[in-house]
């Protein structure tokens, strides 16, 4: 089992930044994949960025050049820092570690952009 605690959502104007972090605990010598999906109501959860164990890292085109992922294995943490924020970024964020054969999910965080 691996367990997934994240932190760092909140309220930010248009324009602003913000970091999301995410404590992994348990089988994390499983883990491959981590990453962050978003969600909004009424729209499928969709993949904002994920990084591999060998530091391949992927963005969703709507983030690229605005959103940056980074994991740090000594931690058990990723990370997703957050720039020039847009109102369309307003979701549910949450923390996603991959093993072989099964996913599993953090609680989520509210990230709110206000235009």
């Known amino acids: 089992q691996v367990q997934l605690v994240e932190s760092g959502g909140g309220l930010v104007q248009t324009g602003g930044s913000l970091r999301l972090s995410c404590a992994a605990s348990?089988?994390?010598?499983?883990?491959?994949?981590m990453g962050w999906y978003r969600q909004v109501p009424g729209k499928q959860r969709e993949l904002v960025a994920s990084v591999n164990n060998a530091g391949t890292t992927k963005y969703a085109d709507v983030v690229k050049g605005r959103f940056t992922i980074s994991r740090d294995n000594a931690k058990n943490t990723v990370s997703l820092q957050m720039d020039s924020l847009k109102a369309e970024d307003t979701a549910v964020y949450y923390c996603?570690?991959?093993?072989?054969?099964?996913?599993?999910w953090g609680q989520g965080t509210q990230v709110t952009v206000a235009s």
């Open positions: 996603k570690a991959e093993e072989a054969l099964r996913n599993y």
């Open positions: 348990g089988r994390i010598f499983s883990i491959n994949t």
